[in-house]
C-alpha cells in the first residue's frame, strides 16, 4: 500500500513538472505567413511578413488564380491604397531577370519578354524568392512608411488595377551597439609630490558626460532599443525562476501528503490487528 501511494505521488509530480516545462520552454512560433486576396480572387501569399532584417532578406511569395493572359510584376512597394496602383518600387526595371528584387510574370509577352518574362503555371501560379529590404527607392525608408509585397499589371496595361494584389509586411528594430566602459586613470599615491597631473576635465564644455559612462540615477531619456532587449531577457529569466518556484513547490506538496497517508494508515491498521 505504502509503495504505491508513492509510486502515484511521483507519477502526479512527473505530470506537473512535465505540463511546466511544455509552458515554460515550449516551442518557437513559426513565422507568420499572410495571404492578400485581388478583386478576381486571386491569392497572394508571403512566407514571412514581420520582424525583417533591414537590410534585407529573401521571402517566398506564391501566387494562384491569376489571369494568364496579362502579365503582372511582383514586388515590394510602397502601399498607396485600394484603386491605386502601388509605386515606387524596389528593384526597377531588372532586364536580365536576376536581381531576385522584382519579377515579370507572363505568359504571353512581347518579342523583346522572351526568355526574360517567368510564364504562369497551372491555375495562374508562381512563386519566386523576393529581395525585401526597409531601404526602398527615391529615398523612401519601410520602416516608417506603409509598404507591402505587391502584384501589379505589367507595362502593357499600366492602368489596370485588377492584378492589384497586397500583403503589408514590417521589419525589425535596428539595434544600438552596446556602451563601452571606460577605466578611470590610478590617483597618485597619497604624499607623492611627482608625477603628471591627472586633467580635471575633458574637452567638450562644462557637464559633458564622459564617453562610456553610465548615465546619473534617475536620469530621464528615451530606452534605445539595446535596452529593451535587455528587459526583455531579464523579464523572460525572471518568469523561468518563478515557474522552477512553482513547481517545486507542487511536487514538494505531493509528496509530503503522500508520505502523511502512508504514516496515517499504519497506526489505523496496527490499532485493527
Known sequence: MRSGCIQAAVRAAAVVVGMAAAVVVGPAAPAAAATG??????????????????????????????DVTKGIYVAFCVDNGPGQAPSPCGGGIDTT??????????????AYGKGLAIPYGPGGTFRVELKVAAALAEG???????????????????????QD?????????????APTRTTAAAAPPAGGGSGP????ATS??????????????????????????????????????????????VVLGLVTLAVRGVVRRRPARKAAS
Do not use: M
Open 37 to 66: 486576396v485581388g478583386p478576381g480572387g486571386q491569392r497572394l501569399t508571403v512566407a514571412k511578413t514581420a520582424g525583417l532584417a533591414p537590410a534585407g532578406e529573401a521571402v517566398t511569395v506564391s501566387g494562384s488564380g491569376y
Open 197 to 200: 597631473a591627472v586633467p580635471a
Open 97 to 110: 531577370g536576376s536581381s531576385g528584387s522584382s519579377y515579370w510574370i507572363s505568359s504571353n509577352p512581347p
Open 165 to 177: 494584389v497586397r500583403v503589408p509586411v514590417t521589419f525589425a528594430a535596428a539595434g544600438a551597439p
Open 204 to 249: 567638450g564644455g562644462a557637464g559633458a558626460p564622459v564617453a562610456g559612462a553610465l548615465p546619473p540615477a534617475g536620469s530621464a531619456g528615451p530606452a534605445s532599443p539595446g535596452d529593451l532587449t535587455l528587459t526583455r531577457i531579464s523579464a523572460s529569466q525572471s518568469a523561468n525562476r518563478w515557474w522552477t518556484g512553482v513547481t517545486a513547490a
Open 140 to 162: 523612401v525608408d519601410c520602416r516608417s512608411a506603409r509598404c507591402a509585397v505587391a502584384t501589379r499589371a505589367d507595362h502593357t496595361r499600366t492602368s489596370d488595377r485588377s
